[in-house]
T-cell receptor
Framework: GENVEQHPSTLSVQEGDSAVIKCTYS??????FPWYKQELGKRPQLIID?????GEKKDQRIAVTLNKTAKHFSLHITETQPEDSAVYFC??????????FGTGTRLLVSP | NAGVTQTPKFQVLKTGQSMTLQCAQD?????MSWYRQDPGMGLRLIHY???????DQGEVPNGYNVSRSTTEDFPLRLLSAAPSQTSVYFC????????????FGQGTRLTVV
């Protein structure tokens, strides 16, 4: 089955810096790669997703890149703000909504 | 429009007790699923359903049962609670079975003593 690895487990940046979180997946049949943000004590919420027919997607300060050959995808957050502090999860799915999640990255943005 | 609603929010069980975690969605989503979240392990799929009357096992199904008698409801049953089932449980729903955004409930924090 699918296995998703996520790095780093924690990431501390200064406000205004960029943050990059990386994930690798094992199943070449996976074709959907969402990213979820989870604030302390809250539910995970989708922030951006990418499908395997696209190499990059951007939404304001957030972007995701996908390298199908290397089987890795990354989340890029530019101009980080304190409210970006949260745990971020990547996931992969080959279909039918069966998401396999990474272990999460705790992002801390210091003012 | 309440989205995905889970009850209860907190529960303490004794080892061996059984209970049902409730999940309901009002978005007419076909796909519903249950995940458990443990520190350092992300979210792991327990069971899922692609429609009323259809359920299947996920990555960690042992000790849990589900049923889907209606589109709206997807309860998770713990048959005989064990300390290893101490976790935060999330229910999620999605429109259709082709990959789309999963909407999560607010979670149930379960402690088994």
């Amino acid at each position: 089955g699918e296995n998703v690895e996520q790095h780093p487990s924690t990431l501390s940046v200064q406000e205004g810096d960029s943050a990059v979180i990386k994930c690798t997946y094992s199943d070449s049949a996976s074709n959907y790669f969402p990213w979820y943000k989870q604030e302390l004590g809250k539910r995970p919420q989708l922030i951006i997703d990418i499908r395997s027919n696209v190499g990059e997607k951007k939404d304001q300060r957030i972007a995701v890149t996908l390298n199908k050959t290397a089987k890795h995808f990354s989340l890029h957050i530019t101009e980080t703000q304190p409210e970006d502090s949260a745990v971020y999860f990547c996931a992969a799915s080959e279909g039918f909504q069966k998401l396999v999640f990474g272990t999460g990255t705790r992002l801390l943005v210091s003012p | 429009n309440a989205g995905v609603t889970q009850t209860p929010k907190f529960q303490v069980l004794k080892t061996g007790q059984s209970m049902t975690l409730q999940c309901a969605q009002d978005m007419n989503h076909e796909y519903m699923s249950w995940y458990r979240q443990d520190p350092g392990m992300g979210l792991r799929l327990i069971h899922y359903s692609v429609g009323a009357g259809i359920t299947d096992q996920g990555e960690v199904p042992n000790g849990y049962n589900v049923s889907r008698s209606t589109t709206e409801d997807f309860p998770l049953r713990l048959l005989s609670a064990a300390p290893s089932q101490t976790s935060v449980y999330f229910c999620a729903s999605s429109y259709g079975t082709v990959n789309t955004e999963a909407f999560f409930g607010q979670g149930t924090r379960l402690t088994v003593v």
